[in-house]
């Protein structure tokens, strides 16, 4: 297996300082952004022509077969590779019939925000993260919103040189409270992601991820053990939607909810809502149904609202009346806390006290105005409200 070279940042002549990197992670957000908006069917960000190429680290999650090739079991693809081969995922490599990940210490996206971009609504509100992201994704769906990072090769994006310890300084030095890898596949950098939360943790900081779920059962059963809070995409409710537009399967996503709930891991839930694909008034009944019986009644659900991009740049916007009527759905099949994403100044933004209905966290997009809860009790009533507040 090849050692990992230094990858020197597109940015600049040489490796960033660590309060230049955190001017830069901005800057690299909005090109993210930037790139989605344009769409033009070019990969997004060019790799400088003074960047190396990305470099195997080892990866322990395969099993080998006969001729060199390897079987991947990080995620229920179970690509079989040749020497040389990648996987569907393009940040995993056969090399010289081992597997090496090309996503290890090389983000694209680093960002601080408060935890309630990623979103967490339930867990220590406004409490700043550092946000990670790489390259690759085992899933393609067609609403990627961020396509030109998570669906191209890794040579294809603009990546700063931070394996965990410099990621873990950058951390300390922006004085946040937790780590996350967001905005981009966990699963993708599950390597870098694992060693870099277990110095978080040693350093006292939180971890937190928001991923796809699309792990198999050993490194799921891993990831459980290494954070604090999970928001799992539950991108549909219906086998032909995952199949047709997501790559992959729903059954896998639905394990990994439970398991992450069985594991005492804090889980919130993500759903896009998407006019004409997944907004179906009994696809969502079905899916809030499965939620209460299945993880309970105080998961918190974030009704996300789509916007046309990608594959999908046909499409409308969600008209917030379809967020509504899967809001009451939701509401009606028992959930208590059910909120409405991208659209400021919804009341879904606001988490209210199941027990008297007062509002016990305002927020306005992803600022919080008020807290009124006490030791994760309402200050009203005394009732508890399900979370991680402390």
Same mark, same amino acid.
């Given at each position: 297996?090849?050692?990992?070279?230094?990858?020197?940042?597109?940015?600049?002549?040489?490796?960033?300082?660590?309060?230049?990197?955190?001017? &830069?992670?901005? $800057?690299? +957000?909005?090109?993210?952004?930037? +790139?989605?908006?344009?769409?033009?069917?070019?990969?997004?960000?060019?790799?400088?022509?003074?960047?190396? !190429?990305?470099?195997?680290?080892?990866?322990?999650?395969?099993?080998?077969?006969?001729?060199?090739?390897?079987?991947? *079991?990080?995620? #229920?693809?179970?690509?079989?590779?040749?020497?040389?081969?990648?996987?569907?995922?393009?940040? $995993?490599?056969?090399?010289?019939?081992?597997?090496? *990940?090309?996503?290890?210490?090389? !983000?694209?996206?680093?960002?601080?925000?408060?935890? %309630?971009? *990623?979103?967490?609504?339930?867990?220590?509100?406004? /409490?700043? /993260?550092?946000?990670?992201?790489?390259?690759?994704?085992?899933?393609?769906?067609?609403?990627?919103? @961020?396509?030109?990072?998570?669906? @191209?090769?890794?040579?294809?994006?603009?990546?700063?040189?931070?394996?965990?310890?410099?990621?873990?300084?950058? &951390?300390?030095?922006?004085?946040?409270?937790?780590?996350?890898?967001?905005?981009?596949?966990?699963?993708?950098?599950?390597?870098?992601?694992?060693?870099?939360? =277990?110095?978080?943790?040693?350093?006292?900081?939180?971890?937190? =991820?928001?991923?796809?779920?699309?792990?198999?059962?050993? #490194?799921?059963?891993?990831?459980?053990?290494?954070?604090?809070?999970?928001? @799992?995409?539950?991108?549909?409710?219906?086998?032909?939607?995952?199949? %047709?537009?997501?790559?992959?399967?729903?059954? !896998? @996503?639905?394990?990994?909810?439970?398991?992450?709930?069985?594991?005492?891991?804090?889980?919130?839930?993500?759903?896009?809502?998407? !006019?004409?694909?997944?907004?179906?008034? &009994?696809?969502?009944?079905?899916?809030?149904?499965?939620?209460?019986?299945?993880?309970? $009644?105080?998961?918190?659900?974030?009704?996300?609202?789509?916007?046309?991009?990608?594959?999908?740049?046909?499409?409308?916007?969600?008209?917030?009346?379809?967020?509504?009527?899967?809001?009451?759905?939701?509401?009606?099949?028992?959930?208590?806390?059910?909120?409405? &994403?991208?659209? *400021?100044?919804?009341?879904?933004?606001?988490?209210?006290?199941?027990?008297?209905?007062?509002?016990?966290?305002?927020?306005?997009?992803?600022?919080?105005? %008020?807290? +009124?809860?006490?030791?994760?009790?309402?200050?009203?009533?005394?009732?508890?409200? +399900?979370?991680?507040?402390?």
């Amino acid at each position: 297996m090849p050692e990992r070279t230094t990858t020197a940042t597109a940015w600049t002549n040489g490796p960033l300082s660590r309060r230049e990197l955190l001017r &830069a992670s901005v $800057r690299c +957000a909005g090109a993210v952004c930037l +790139a989605a908006w344009a769409g033009a069917g070019q990969a997004g960000h060019a790799r400088g022509s003074n960047v190396p !190429p990305a470099r195997a680290w080892p990866s322990p999650w395969f099993e080998p077969l006969a001729g060199g090739a390897v079987r991947c *079991t990080l995620c #229920p693809h179970a690509c079989r590779l040749t020497p040389g081969q990648r996987g569907r995922c393009r940040v $995993r490599e056969n090399v010289g019939g081992e597997l090496g *990940t090309l996503a290890y210490g090389n !983000p694209s996206l680093v960002q601080v925000h408060p935890v %309630e971009r *990623t979103p967490f609504f339930h867990w220590r509100p406004a /409490a700043r /993260a550092l946000s990670v992201a790489t390259a690759g994704c085992p899933l393609a769906c067609d609403f990627c919103e @961020v396509w030109d990072m998570a669906l @191209v090769d890794p040579e294809e994006v603009v990546a700063y040189d931070l394996p965990p310890p410099a990621l873990l300084d950058h &951390a300390r030095d922006a004085g946040v409270q937790a780590l996350a890898f967001a905005f981009g596949e966990p699963v993708a950098s599950f390597e870098y992601f694992m060693d870099s939360a =277990a110095l978080a943790r040693g350093a006292g900081l939180g971890v937190l =991820a928001h991923t796809s779920g699309y792990l198999s059962e050993a #490194p799921l059963a891993a990831l459980a053990g290494a954070v604090d809070a999970v928001n @799992v995409d539950l991108k549909g409710f219906d086998d032909g939607f995952y199949r %047709e537009l997501v790559g992959g399967e729903l059954a !896998p @996503v639905l394990r990994a909810l439970t398991h992450l709930r069985d594991a005492g891991v804090h889980l919130e839930i993500t759903h896009l809502v998407i !006019p004409t694909l997944n907004d179906d008034a &009994a696809l969502t009944r079905a899916m809030c149904d499965w939620i209460v019986s299945e993880l309970g $009644r105080d998961v918190p659900l974030h009704l996300a609202r789509f916007y046309p991009l990608y594959r999908l740049a046909n499409l409308p916007p969600t008209p917030v009346s379809s967020l509504d009527r899967a809001r009451a759905i939701a509401f009606e099949a028992g959930l208590r806390h059910v909120y409405v &994403a991208r659209v *400021t100044g919804h009341e879904g933004e606001n988490t209210f006290c199941p027990h008297c209905g007062v509002k016990a966290v305002a927020r306005l997009g992803f600022f919080v105005e %008020e807290v +009124a809860l006490q030791d994760g009790r309402c200050l009203t009533c005394g009732g508890e409200v +399900a979370g991680r507040w402390a």
